[in-house]
């Protein structure tokens, strides 16, 4: 692997892993690839750490002991919407895969594996991370001002509150801009697959993003509802508004 990091920088990988051999070898190869590597043995551990080291990337293990990868998982999200998360599990079956993602773990990769594969995984996994970062951090919509990075919206100058979880909405709607997203699909991926909200709770909160960000939040032009389907989000204004 090369050319991974940017100049000077030495990127920070959480391994979350109870088995201490693995633990071991996997923080050795991680560290001979240049990689900065932290360990937790346990889910808890695991989540403390990444709240509040804010490492690059989490490799996390599912049958953790007390709090498993998928709740760990879950948390994680529900407090930091980017950062990559790559299970590391004996579990290959599909519908263990389907859940960690559907969680919002980025890739998911199953014991036992090749350092290659392990090593490309996080390569490509931390090149979506830096790019997203480049392309996001500072976003126009309209009038209004969005830094993702410091949590803030303003317009002319003149800040905009907004909470958190309305910022992960927001975020969610920016890259996949032009997407036409259903419901359950933002519901899954901004509230979490396991929160038992309805399409309702999606509607209030894209009404209550619309207050901040459409100049007439009634004829909305950059969060358009595609009737009967979902939204649809652009940064360049609508020309139809509204609905579709």
Not at 81 to 90: C, G
Not at 94 to 100: M, Q, T
Not at 142 to 160: K, M, N, Y
């Amino acid at each position: 692997m090369t050319d991974r990091r940017p100049a000077g920088r030495q990127e920070t990988i959480l391994l979350v892993e109870d088995d201490l051999t693995l633990r071991l070898a996997m923080t050795k190869t991680l560290r001979s690839e240049g990689f900065r590597v932290e360990v937790a043995g346990t889910g808890r551990e695991g989540l403390d750490a990444a709240l509040a080291l804010r490492p690059d990337l989490v490799l996390l293990d599912v049958m953790l002991p007390g709090m498993n990868g998928f709740e760990v998982c879950q948390k994680l999200r529900e407090q930091d919407p980017d950062v990559p998360i790559l299970m590391v599990t004996a579990k290959g079956e599909e519908s263990d895969k389907v859940r960690g993602l559907r969680l919002g773990a980025d890739d998911y990769i199953v014991k036992p594996f090749g350092v290659a594969e392990l090593c490309a995984r996080i390569d490509a996994a931390l090149r979506r991370r830096r790019r997203t970062d480049a392309e996001n951090e500072t976003v126009g919509v309209g009038e209004v001002l969005i830094d993702f990075r410091a949590h803030t919206l303003e317009r002319a100058g003149q800040p905009i509150e907004a909470t958190a979880l309305e910022m992960r909405l927001l975020r969610y709607l920016v890259r996949h801009e032009g997407t036409l997203l259903p419901r359950q699909r933002i519901l899954d991926a901004v509230w979490g697959a396991d929160y038992f909200g309805t399409d309702r709770t999606v509607d209030n909160f894209i009404n209550r993003l619309r207050t901040k960000i459409e100049q007439d939040p009634k004829n909305p032009r950059h969060i358009v509802t595609v009737r009967g389907a979902g939204y649809r989000f652009t940064r360049m204004p609508s020309s139809e508004g509204g609905s579709e």
